[in-house]
């Protein structure tokens, strides 16, 4: 079950990349040039999703793209909390104790309140640049890419024993 637990982490990693994430982790078992062209193809990709949903006018784009460069390298730190609590999980899931349950649960709701915080502290800077309606927009396309992300997670990482 363990290795089940590391294929799915792998496996996760990929759908993480799709919010934003570079995982030198993964570039060990693949030679670094390839890695990168593979992350930079994903984070082009939601790039470009974004953009055929925003329309946004040349004046709007001056403004969102170097917000959105750096909202998505905080959410990139974010995720790589995410994924190395779900490594935690993985490592401890054969042996889990109370007390490591109680230690996930609680790292887990910590990186639930910074989310929130991370958009609490955005939102108001796209509102700025975009207004209210297109903001909404954006952070409706970031829901959706992690619903995606948090639906994959859901299905492929089993219920504590």
Do not use: C
Request: charged fraction near 30%; glycine fraction near 4%.
């Amino acid at each position: 079950m363990k290795a089940k637990i590391k294929a799915i982490v792998l496996a996760l990693t990929i759908g993480i990349f799709l919010a934003g994430v570079t995982m030198p982790a993964l570039a060990e078992d693949k030679p670094a040039d390839t890695m990168q062209i593979v992350k930079d193809k994903i984070k082009a990709d939601k790039k470009l999703f974004v953009a055929e949903n925003m329309q946004l006018t040349e004046k709007e784009a001056k403004g969102f793209w170097p917000l959105y460069d750096s909202f998505q390298k905080d959410l990139a730190k974010h995720n790589e909390k995410l994924l190395k609590l779900i490594d935690d999980y993985a490592q401890n899931y054969e042996t889990m104790t109370d007390q490591k349950a109680q230690a996930l649960t609680k790292d887990y709701l910590a990186l639930e309140t910074a989310r929130l915080k991370l958009l609490q502290t955005y939102v108001p800077k796209f509102s700025k640049v975009l207004g209210n309606i297109k903001a909404a927009r954006y952070l409706q396309l970031e829901n959706k890419i992690n619903s995606v992300l948090r639906f994959e997670l859901a299905g492929n990482i089993p219920l504590v024993k």
